[in-house]
């Protein structure tokens, strides 16, 4: 089968400039596979680029073993973080600019030199790492009822949509991350709890996995980046007058409301 890579790019920018739900690509064609998935999602950023916009760092999505197991997988998928997406800790998330909405409790990276697969390693992550801090995700995917494949989710840049940073930061080294706990509430409810070893036993083993994907595809994570190792909780619902905060040991609180 020959993807037409032009089509579904604008089929999948045009879902995201009318803020409309579409049919995900698996659902009209047969045979779509990771590898060609992430030929639509390369096209799909370098038209932003071409845009305007400018990749500021990259993220990992299904990096707990249950979200795994749930969707017969056994890697992460990996995406991209535009400039135009980041919100300051705090800020009100329009919902007038989104489709379906859903918030998730982040550990992010800030990279001090670049990293370049094969064979790096969770060490090697800590390493290159400025700076380690919470943050939210607000991911939207652009298909009908949230549902996809795993192919699905990384054409569509891994349902990246916005992301916060935390203004805490400590040392990469200064912590042990797998013990980092995190509390998310939403309208000052408890509704998740997790510690970073939620993810795949390790944040940093995340962020190396990512780098060994990127150098299968020429690439590698460079200095400056920020990096999200990936939602700790289940992604929850954000309607008008929602306010959603992750409590961190360590890294403080990360706080976003919607309007």
Not at 183 to 200: H, K
Request: hydrophobic share 45%; proline share 3%; glycine share 10%.
């Amino acid at each position: 089968m020959t993807l037409d890579i032009d089509h579904w790019v604008g089929y999948l920018l045009d879902a995201v400039d009318r803020r409309a739900e579409v049919a995900a690509i698996s659902s009209q064609i047969d045979g779509l596979t990771v590898e060609a998935a992430y030929d639509v999602q390369d096209a799909l950023i370098a038209a932003r680029v071409a845009a305007g916009d400018r990749v500021v760092g990259a993220k990992l999505g299904v990096t707990s073993k249950a979200k795994q197991l749930q969707m017969g997988i056994d890697e992460p998928a990996y995406g991209w973080l535009l400039g135009s997406t980041q919100r300051p800790g705090g800020a009100d998330i329009a919902l007038d600019e989104l489709i379906h909405p859903r918030c998730e409790p982040e550990i992010v990276f800030q990279m001090a030199t670049d990293l370049e697969g094969p064979g790096v390693t969770a060490h090697d992550v800590l390493d290159a790492t400025a700076t380690v801090s919470g943050g939210i995700e607000i991911i939207d995917s652009r298909y009908e009822r949230f549902k996809f494949t795993l192919p699905d989710v990384i054409a569509d840049n891994t349902s990246a949509a916005r992301f916060v940073v935390g203004s805490d930061v400590v040392g990469a080294v200064d912590i042990d991350l797998r013990l980092v706990d995190c509390v998310f509430e939403i309208d000052g409810a408890g509704v998740a709890s997790a510690t970073g070893a939620a993810l795949l036993g390790d944040p940093a083993e995340c962020v190396a996995l990512l780098a060994n994907h990127l150098a299968a595809r020429g690439r590698r994570i460079e200095a400056g980046w920020i990096v999200l190792a990936g939602a700790l909780t289940d992604a929850f619902p954000l309607v008008s007058g929602t306010r959603a905060a992750a409590h961190y040991s360590d890294l403080g609180t990360v706080v976003i409301r919607s309007g």
